[in-house]
């Protein structure tokens, strides 16, 4: 009883621990400048974080599994630099939208076919294509930024929903269908068990294949509407839009405390590690603070999410590893209490 005690003291430690430091930061940085704690800030840092957070969460199912996926980066910004020469050239914000999209589907379903079926590191593959798609977004662009957006599509950055922006309530609506997918359905389960052994999932009849190509793509097609909501909020598409997003999304979701090694993860954790980075970013632009010293700390946070990872994966072991010995113990205990063969031929003859 003490032993499972101290594990469900471990368990609130582990789910909670970002969310306290972000809480103690945000305090700090309240001290420090009375302007960081106000409404209009807050809702500054959700939209400020907005589009890492629609990457963040895929990216952590893509994780829950076992693998990684370098190249949503890349995937945003081809995704919006094909979207945004096709508004300019058509005029149709539909038509940019869908060729966005399709283009974040056909990248996200070609890593998942790559490491499902032809059992390719995930590393490897998506570094590549890191490299593949973003080289691509400067061969059409030429290296240039792409103007001359329709006003109908700039007019979603600017739009509201009942006063709050609509990349906040994007994000809300990830987030919420996240962590439905997770704790409300089989296929969440079936996510958390391919991470934690995938041939044993197999055995169990989860098509483990069928399920990492669904999750590639899903991460995929949620990379590039992430850089299309960087679009509207920019006015325009650069080449580079979203160098960079890969590796602050993987801060995120080793920060929210999803295991590297797969089979563990919470969606609150996710939505924990994105504040704690908001915060953070924000907290040292109002202070001024120099963008590179910024650089320095955004790389030591990613250093100690990289630490919190390895402490949860020590957990998780420890945890499954005290579990099967609670559980061996007590069908020992089970197995002294039921009488033996001579036990119970006596009582009879009595």
Do not use: C
């Not at 908001?278 to 990289?306: E, H, K, R």
Request: a positive charge.
């Amino acid at each position: 009883m003490r032993s499972a005690s101290m594990d469900r003291v471990k368990i609130v430690l582990v789910q909670n621990g970002v969310f306290a430091a972000m809480i103690l930061m945000a305090a700090i940085f309240g001290l420090l400048n009375p302007r960081f704690l106000s409404w209009h800030n807050a809702l500054t840092i959700l939209q400020q974080v907005a589009e890492l957070g629609v990457v963040a969460l895929p990216v952590a199912f893509v994780v829950m599994t076992g693998q990684a996926d370098l190249s949503v980066g890349s995937v945003a910004t081809l995704g919006a630099v094909l979207g945004g020469l096709t508004l300019v050239g058509t005029g149709n914000v539909a038509a940019g939208v869908a060729v966005t999209l399709l283009f974040g589907l056909v990248a996200g379903a070609l890593n998942g076919f790559l490491v499902a079926y032809l059992r390719l590191n995930s590393f490897v593959v998506t570094l590549g294509f890191l490299s593949v798609w973003g080289g691509a977004a400067m061969v059409l662009t030429s290296g240039k930024t792409i103007t001359g957006l329709p006003e109908d599509f700039k007019a979603f950055g600017t739009a509201d929903l009942a006063g709050v922006p609509v990349q906040i309530v994007v994000l809300a609506t990830v987030v919420a269908a996240s962590g439905y997918l997770l704790n409300r359905t089989a296929k969440g389960q079936e996510i958390l068990a391919i991470g934690g052994n995938a041939k044993a999932a197999e055995l169990m009849g989860i098509k483990v294949r069928q399920t990492q190509v669904q999750v590639f793509t899903a991460a995929g097609v949620f990379s590039a509407l992430a850089g299309l909501m960087l679009a509207t909020k920019l006015a325009a598409v650069s080449p580079t839009l979203g160098s960079g997003m890969e590796l602050k999304a993987l801060t995120v979701v080793l920060l929210g405390g999803v295991s590297f090694a797969g089979g563990y993860g919470r969606i609150g954790g996710v939505a924990a590690g994105l504040l704690f980075v908001g915060v953070l970013n924000n907290g040292l632009v109002i202070l001024g603070v120099s963008p590179y010293i910024q650089t320095v700390l955004v790389g030591a946070t990613l250093v100690a999410a990289v630490l919190m990872d390895s402490s949860v994966q020590r957990f998780v072991s420890a945890a499954w590893a005290n579990r099967g010995k609670r559980l061996a113990q007590a069908q020992r205990a089970k197995l002294e209490q039921m009488p033996t063969e001579t036990e119970t031929l006596e009582e009879v003859n009595a």
